[in-house]
């Protein structure tokens, strides 16, 4: 009987301890610490701010096309030439969706951004966004991405 109760106490504590978060976040410090579309976005933003423009271009697919309302389609090179004048103070990611198909991560998402894009502030509303994700044997690039809503970048 004793054996029981406390088999049934083991068995409660650890049902207990899988639905609770006992442990922080991991935060995602660099590619290899992304496990998924959200860790890969966090950290493609993480870059951008740092002005990371090598590490990002390595992320990036060599035939990479991003579309934005102002400048239309992009290549990978006409991409970060878009991204270079973006200072970013501090941004929000939020809202994500993430879907996985094959080799294939699809990930929409919003962010809030403040910063400046050249000398213009920019705009204090959540833009949305999409980027598809690949598997490749050297880790996860993006293959495209998409700017939903009006607005830098």
Known sequence: MRNRIVLG???????LFAGCTVWRDHPVRNWADAT????????FWKEVKARNWDDLERHLAPNFVSVTAEEGRLDR???????????LDDYSLGDFQVELNGEALVV?????????????????????????????KSGWIAITHAVIS???P
């Open 9 to 15: 106490l083991l068995l409660g504590l650890a049902t």
């Open 36 to 43: 998924g579309g959200e860790g890969l976005e966090r950290n």
């Open 77 to 87: 090179t006409r991409t970060l030439e878009h991204y270079r004048p973006l200072q």
């Open 108 to 136: 929409a998402y919003s962010i809030t951004m403040r910063g400046r894009y050249g000398t213009q502030p920019l705009p204090a509303v959540p833009v949305q966004m999409v980027t598809v994700w690949q598997k490749q």
């Open 150 to 152: 009006p607005g830098k």
